[in-house]
């Protein structure tokens, strides 16, 4: 028998068997999720890429510090007057409900990386309450930040529209991934409800850890 559980402010249907995944998978920037049998994830299923990028406390951040840990990623700026401060103070939330678990971890990647130095990452996180080491904000070459937000994070939802290297990248997305860097959910990081299905959901893949 099969339970389907939909959330009008989340992407991440759920199903559940004996079998599938209780979460799906998500490969491409329509977010249509997919479920597998347990073991019968593709080889080559998309995966968020290697990456250099350095954090508040000026230590250097890549893809084997999230890998066998669950992740929870968006874009931001320190600067930003509009749409960060509430994304911001809604990442605060998941921070703290996981603030003990160490297989939790968030990631906030700066899209003004030029202005946002480590120093300056550094005051805001002091500012916001940000715990060093359970949330990582993120600044490094711009290239590689709107890279993996474009085309490993699929982060922004302007489908089909031709993006530049100069485009500005803002989203108030939030993205789920699992151990294996693979995306697993994606939420409105301005919605409340939303932020609630993403703590559950966080909480349903720890299990499979």
Known sequence: MIALI??????AEKV??????????YEEATFTPI??????????FHQI???SLINQSGEEIT?????????????FFTSCPGICPKTTANMTLVQNEFLKDDEVILLSHSVTPVYDSVAVLKEYAEEKGIVPGKWHLLTGSRAEIYTLGRDAYFAEEDLGLMKS???????ENFILLDGNRQIRGIYNGLNTTSINQL???????RKTL
């Open 199 to 205: 703590i559950e959901d966080v909480k349903t893949l």
């Open 63 to 75: 893809e084997k510090s999230i890998t066998g840990k669950i992740s929870i990623v968006d874009f």
């Open 35 to 44: 479920w597998y049998e347990e073991g019968s994830l593709p080889a080559d």
């Open 49 to 51: 890429p290697e990456f």
């Open 6 to 11: 939909l959330t009008s402010c989340s992407k």
């Open 16 to 25: 559940e068997t004996g079998s599938a995944s209780l979460l799906p998978y």
């Open 165 to 171: 290297p100069d485009d500005f990248l803002h989203t």
